[in-house]
């Protein structure tokens, strides 16, 4: 049966998810949509990210899974940053009124990313039942927010899931200029420091690819993600000698 046409596999609490290349395609009207139904436990959203699936919904529908083809990833050793952009970051790097923290504020973050406007959008997928979902993964420790504070106040960040060193970013926000791409340059200078080789951007978008995020083929993109899987997790931790790791001569991109 043409997958862009297949009917939609309803999902019962704890039922296994089908493969991602039942997903529908790329001439139906929601190219990626895998199925529906099932729940938000810690463990099934662990399942579908280890098979390269995630939830997106809006409020009034089911839970619906997604698994696009082709899937935009960011290398962290591809990271651009532009002449402006790298700038800045050397700025907040020497401020000592300025921060990156790490699961400081994980609630306030993800209550942010849901806040924030964005463009061609009306209203947010980040309903109530995604908040408490991902608010148990990071009980779980699966889930990590990367924050962006100065003066003591938080003007920016991002939300991601980590399963051993693959990871997953889910949503950014920022309330002062570039707040959300220096949280994004953080979390690109853990992932070199650690060695995770490819952070999930889930859907292909200009202020991504702009900072070097491409798009790669389904299977490549699970087949990476069951590799760093097999890795033990690192300490999602935020240490300042980090930022060498993108603003050394050596390894920086512009």
């Known amino acids: 049966m043409n997958p862009d046409h297949a009917p939609l596999p309803w999902l019962e609490p704890g039922d296994t998810f089908p493969s991602t290349h039942q997903a529908w395609g790329a001439s139906s009207d929601a190219p990626g949509l895998l199925c529906a139904g099932g729940d938000l436990s810690v463990n099934t959203l662990q399942n579908a990210y280890r098979a390269g699936v995630f939830p997106w919904f809006s409020a009034g529908q089911p839970v619906l899974w997604w698994s696009p083809d082709p899937r935009m990833v960011l290398n962290p050793s ?7 952009l790298k700038k800045r970051v050397k ?3 020497r401020s000592p009124n300025c921060e990156i923290r790490v699961d400081s504020a994980f609630e306030a973050v993800v ?6 406007d964005r463009p061609g959008q ?6 109530p039942e995604m908040m408490q979902a991902y608010s148990q993964l990071h009980q779980a420790g699966l889930a990590h927010s990367v924050e962006t504070w100065v003066n003591g106040q938080l003007v920016g960040g991002l939300y991601f899931v980590a399963l051993g060193r693959a990871v997953f970013g889910e949503s950014m926000f920022h309330q002062a200029t570039d707040a959300s791409k220096i949280a994004l340059a953080a979390l690109v200078a853990m992932c070199r420091t650690f060695g995770v080789p490819q952070i999930d951007c889930q859907q292909n ?5 702009s900072m070097g995020a491409t798009e790669l083929p389904r299977a490549l993109f699970v087949e990476r993600v069951t590799g760093a899987l097999r890795q033990s997790t690192p300490d999602w931790d935020f240490s300042p000698v980090y930022w060498n790791a993108i603003l050394t001569p050596t390894t920086a991109a512009t």
Do not use: E
């Not at 009306?122 to 309903?127: A, D, E, K, L, M």
């Not at 978008?205 to 690819?209: D, E, I, N, R, S």
């Open 122 to 127: 009306s209203g947010t997928w980040i309903v």
């Open 111 to 116: 209550g942010a990313c849901a806040a924030s």
């Open 91 to 93: 700025k907040f790097v």
């Open 205 to 209: 978008t200009q202020h991504l690819a």
């Open 78 to 84: 591809h990271l651009r940053l532009h002449p402006s």
